[in-house]
């Protein structure tokens, strides 16, 4: 089992930027893709980018050009720098590893985008 631990989240006024991290441990090998997924209130958890070991990069259109996905798998962290950030941005965001075998998610961090 891989055990996915977030950070990073908080209170952030509109245009500012947060940077998520995620550190994973326990059988971390053959990790794949890695992700960010968020849910906000009363909506369904929805992906956020995901990042493959190689490197390639997915991004939920309303995202593209704002967040930036990363992965350092020396550190077996993955990161996600949130700039120009929104209101409809406020949300749990959650970690998320995939093996062969299974999938893992964190227990979440709150980014709540307020003035």
């Known amino acids: 089992q891989v055990q996915l631990v977030e950070s990073g989240g908080g209170l952030v006024q509109p245009g500012g930027s947060l940077r998520l991290s995620c550190a994973a441990s326990?059988?971390?090998?053959?990790?794949?893709?890695m992700g960010w997924y968020r849910q906000a209130p009363e909506k369904e958890r929805e992906l956020v980018a995901i990042i493959t070991s190689g490197g390639i990069t997915r991004y939920k259109d309303s995202v593209k050009g704002r967040f930036t996905i990363s992965r350092d798998n020396a550190k077996n962290t993955v990161y996600l720098q949130m700039n120009s950030l929104k209101p409809e941005d406020t949300a749990v965001y959650y970690c998320?590893?995939?093996?062969?075998?299974?999938?893992?998610w964190g227990k979440g961090t709150l980014v709540t985008v307020s003035s």
């Open positions: 326990g059988i971390i090998s053959s990790i794949g893709v």
């Open positions: 998320n590893a995939n093996r062969v075998t299974d999938s893992s």
